[in-house]
């Protein structure tokens, strides 16, 4: 008896968008593998997200959905000024969750000898129907499908797309998490269930509770995540914001721990005496603050030939919109529906899924200029 050959993917990126989109095929009927450059396990990186629909849908379709809530739920949106007091206050309840609450998730759904860490990408052709990739470490793989889900940084797409870059916006974003246990009451009371903002001329501040680095939702042991963006003219001032305590200039982000000890400094004295008395304790107790530069990008095309590009690869859009993850689940759970509707013609199926996820990036970006522009009061 005759066993119908899986089609393959190679997934370019292990990272959420690589994760989407490897649960989403495998769920189609695909055998795939997922090729991550870092050597190590990524389950510590990044920081708050708010929770979108289109992501919850994504971890339900890979059946990695549980009792075990995915974020923390706020009630009220609530707009400070620098002394703290109430300006406006609204009931409208959203979930926050965390980078690695949702990594550690997704990456539950791909079998083990599946994820090659350590994995760098130099190269890829393309062969009618198959694609064959090659890696900094010699390793080479065929199969169907070549997916670039290797974020704003993409090699696929500076192999496909070499003319398209990142655009900075003109503005930076600051970071941090501290724990939920780590603060006065005060603070608590004024923080706690809370999405809350200062928003000043060029400058916007926020924050609100996110997982604890275990994953946990319990009160006590959930972190506060915050944010504040502020404008970083290009050239002497922000190539100094990104270069790293080692004197390595980064090119988009400055990890947490990393940051210049003169900029850290500079920054802690500028929250010191512009943020409310919260913001301002949450900054004071953040052990490693991280920054970065906010970017725009928007591709011409996502298909080309068996490669594609997809989430922040494809489109990266401005954190005001809480629109990346929810992008790429998108991108990944649309994939996967196309896929399942035309099994026997890839291709065909292929042109259909870009031309509607085309429209979904560029409307995003659209919306995202709009709204950081008007946020930041930039100029036109």
Not at 5 to 24: D, T, V
Not at 75 to 98: C, K, N
Not at 342 to 369: C, F, H, K, Y
């Amino acid at each position: 008896m005759l066993v119908e050959k899986k089609p393959r993917a190679l997934i370019i990126g292990g990272s959420l968008g690589g994760l989407f989109a490897a649960n989403s095929l495998l769920q189609s009927g695909w055998d795939v593998d997922v090729f991550e450059r870092s050597p190590s396990a990524l389950d510590s990186r990044g920081g708050g997200i708010v929770l979108q629909p289109q992501v919850v849908a994504a971890i339900n379709n890979a059946g990695l959905g549980s009792a075990s809530p995915l974020g923390v739920l706020s009630q009220e949106r609530v707009y400070l000024d620098r002394h703290g007091e109430v300006l406006q206050s609204a009931f409208m309840p959203q979930t926050q969750t965390s980078w690695n609450t949702l990594y550690r998730r997704l990456v539950r759904g791909i079998p083990s000898e599946r994820y090659h860490r350590g994995q760098r990408l130099t190269s890829f052709s393309q062969d009618g129907e198959r694609i064959t990739a090659r890696f900094e470490a010699g390793a080479i793989a065929e199969g169907d499908l070549l997916v670039g889900a290797d974020g704003p940084d993409s090699t696929v797409r500076s192999i496909l797309l070499p003319e398209t870059s990142l655009s900075y916006s003109g503005y930076v974003v600051w970071r941090g998490l501290v724990p939920e246990r780590s603060v006065s009451p005060e603070t608590a009371a004024a923080l706690t269930d809370k999405f809350v903002f200062q928003h000043d001329p060029e400058s916007l501040m926020l924050q609100y509770l996110v997982p604890g680095e275990d994953g946990s939702t319990n009160p006590g042991e959930r972190r506060f995540n915050w944010l504040w963006y502020l404008k970083a003219a290009k050239g002497e001032t922000l190539d100094a914001v990104l270069t790293d305590r080692q004197g390595v200039h980064r090119r988009h982000s400055v990890p947490p721990g990393m940051l210049a000890p003169a900029q850290e400094r500079v920054f802690r004295d500028y929250a010191e005496a512009n943020v409310n008395p919260a913001f301002r304790e949450l900054v004071e107790k953040t052990h490693e603050i991280f920054v970065q530069a906010i970017v725009d990008l928007a591709v011409p095309q996502m298909v080309f030939g068996r490669a594609i590009l997809l989430g922040d690869a494809a489109f990266v859009p401005r954190p005001h919109t809480a629109g990346s993850t929810s992008k790429a689940a998108e991108n990944a759970l649309s994939l996967g529906a196309a896929l399942r509707a035309s099994p026997t013609d890839i291709d065909m199926a292929l042109r259909l899924w870009e031309s509607d996820q085309l429209n979904v990036g560029r409307q995003m970006i659209e919306w995202g200029v709009r709204m950081g522009d008007r946020l930041m009061r930039a100029a036109a």
